[in-house]
């Protein structure tokens, strides 16, 4: 039976404001204004290289709601599931994003308690929603922000699981919002129900306090769970504005890890979001050619490098693009320096 969505996401849309360039939050006058949030980010790419997709999500009833509404419309998003809070306190999430250059490091300060997102329910959405897609991805962003959100995430995962979606599970690890601890023993409990997990060797030795290789780690979540396939990226910062990036993909079915070689020296502009943007890219692969991980690898990779190089969250490249970007990164020979 077709779905009338590929992929439904859960998460907060917050409010980003960055100073201008290299400009210091502690001095500078002005603010750029921005939407992003992990989930968004990941159906807007989606959304960007041809499939449907909405968000699910909670925003304030006044303007900086509609601004967000409207951002999400601009990248092609669905807002068919967003809901309006009407309280007097209604709010959206902030957050400062500082760009870095070497030797200072990017920086982030949050300013996201008790937004509006944080008083979503089931109940505030149709029920038959839950048949709508043929994928539902969140994150542990989504499960580290508040008890209420946490409980929510987790009956949704469960009701979207019965309605026959796959599940994707993003780790996204943040120390700033919960402990280790806490999300190993909160992520433990929903893996049952996951099909596509990603999660950083990092995040999977601190967080789950895996051992051994990254294969052998990424293998065991398949072992211990009906995982069927696992993501791993791997990024090397040599500097804030230089960055290497590559992933491993494992198919426990086909039991092979897929690789590539790695985007070398990516010119980074700014590389939030691009995490999201790979697993936009690898669910795309996924979901657009019947589970072909090398094409999920490609398009993942593709999507993730390109991404640091543009600003804001939100990425802005559709198929051609990503296409063309794949293209030249297997081409050893010799290249245009411009697409015309």
């Known amino acids: 039976m077709k779905k009338d969505f590929d992929l439904l996401s859960l998460g907060e849309i917050l409010l980003r404001l960055s100073p201008p360039n290299n400009e210091r939050i502690v001095r500078g006058e002005t603010f750029q204004k921005q939407v992003g949030g992990a989930e968004l980010n990941v159906v807007s790419g989606v959304s960007l290289l041809g499939l449907r997709t909405g968000i699910i999500s909670k925003l304030p009833d006044n303007a900086l709601g509609t601004y967000a509404k409207n951002r999400v419309r ?39 308690r008790h937004a509006s997102f944080c008083k979503i329910t089931v109940e505030d959405l149709p029920e038959d929603m839950f048949a709508s897609t043929r994928c539902f991805h969140t994150s542990g962003i989504t499960l580290a922000l508040s008890e209420n959100t946490r409980e929510n995430a987790v009956e949704m995962i469960k009701k979207f699981k019965e309605n026959g979606a796959i599940i994707s599970f993003d780790v996204n690890f943040r120390g700033n919002l919960w402990t280790g601890e806490e999300a190993k023993e909160c992520i433990e409990k929903i893996l049952p129900y996951v099909d596509i997990f990603f999660c950083s060797e990092e995040t999977a030795k601190l967080t789950f306090l895996k051992e051994g290789d990254l294969h052998s780690v990424m293998k065991s979540f398949t072992q211990e769970y009906p995982i069927s396939i696992v993501a791993s990226t791997q990024r090397v910062v040599h500097s804030p504005k230089v960055h290497t990036f590559g992933s491993v993909i494992y198919n426990a079915k086909e039991d092979k890890f897929y690789e590539e070689e790695p985007y070398h020296n990516i010119e980074v502009v700014d590389r939030i979001g691009s995490g999201d943007a790979y697993i936009s890219g690898a669910l795309y692969g996924l979901l657009a050619h019947d589970f072909d991980c090398q094409r999920a690898l490609e398009y993942g990779n593709a ?14 490249c559709g198929l051609n693009e990503i296409d063309r970007i794949i293209k030249n990164h297997k081409n050893t020979g010799i290249q245009s320096e411009m697409d015309r």
Request: aromatic share 16%; with cysteine; proline share 9%.
């Open 74 to 112: 601009f990248c092609g998003v669905s807002d068919d599931y967003l809901v309006y809070d009407e309280d007097p306190d209604a709010r959206l999430g902030i957050y400062y994003y500082e760009n870095g250059a070497y030797p200072r490091k990017p920086s982030v300060v949050y300013d996201r």
């Open 303 to 316: 999507t993730s490098a390109v991404k640091n190089t543009i600003p804001g969250d939100l990425p802005s």
